[in-house]
């Protein structure tokens, strides 16, 4: 049984923002791509990529290039984008299909879908050398709901155990099943933790998105996860809105026909470390992947998924719910913007949270303990 908590009964008096430095300092970016996500299960988009045997995207974890692909065989696998040889990156491309061999480009190294080292020109005269030692590298991988994940640890945590708090939790919301109708990528000139925590409370909801904030009053809802590296919980969509829609509505069918009666008034919006956002509605899903660039600009993908059903359904709309989160996240991405100026003056200190804050705080410390080693 899932318990719920108002926002309010899970602030800790006393929490306050972070330091400046948090969100100015290459040397604490440094330190977090090898504390945070070079430890961490990252996720890297959706399996539907990877649909046949050979296909593959290109993606960056911690400064590392990863091919993450379906081998020959049909196995996942993330490999990394770095040659055996002479160290040379083998792929350029951010996807595409191997037909039967992954060739590095320099002097035609040449690896099997699952990495291992079939062809390697003129290593036969060389004395000791033997193809079954000079593999790609390899990096641990995971599939949850139809997301996958990828850690580059040299000895990652096991991805069941650190999922735990969400592996079974979201199920009734079939998110395997449902398809991709629309993706797009921001670029946002604020620093990546100044995201997850906008992200984190409604409080700005008034101000910031008055369209919104008709359709998901800020003070609603409760949350189920409050402490550790996923966070989050509902608010309630006021009736006799159906969605978060632009004109209220449901946009098409039920992500799940067996959605019950509470969830189908909720929404739900989760923060899960180290880089994705996860907000559920009744009649879609939309998810961010946050990519760090430099101190002060984050990559942000985002893709809304539907449920296939609702292909060739003339009163399927999803420029509905497209249209009401990109004008949305748009408004956020201003304000993230605005607050990286503000927290990049040597005027600006920690300041207080309010009760209504809790979340945003409850990143913080997760994410401080992360960085202190101490998670
Ligand atoms: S560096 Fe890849 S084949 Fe030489
Ligand atoms: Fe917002």
Redesign the pocket.
Known sequence: MTTFHRTVSTYRSGARTMPREQYTSPAILAEETERVFARHWNCVGRVNRLAKPGDYIVREIAGESLIVLRDRGGELRALFNV??????R?CRETHGQFSETIQ??????TYATDGHLIG?PHMQDVEGFEKKDHPLHSAAIAEWEGFLFVNIADDPQPFADWFAPMLRRLERYNIAGLSVGHSVAYDVRANWKLVFQNYSECLHCPMIHPELSTVLPYQSGANDLVDGPFLGGYMEITQPNESATLSGKACGRLVSPTLGDDDRRRAFYYTLMPNLMLSIHPDYVNYYLLTPVSVDHTRVESEWMFHPSNEGDPSFNPQDAIAFWDVTNRQDWDICEQSQLGVSSRRYEPGPYSPRESMPAAWDRFYLAMMDGTH
């Open positions: 040659c055996r040889h002479r160290g040379t083998i590095c480009p320099y002097h035609a190294w390697a």
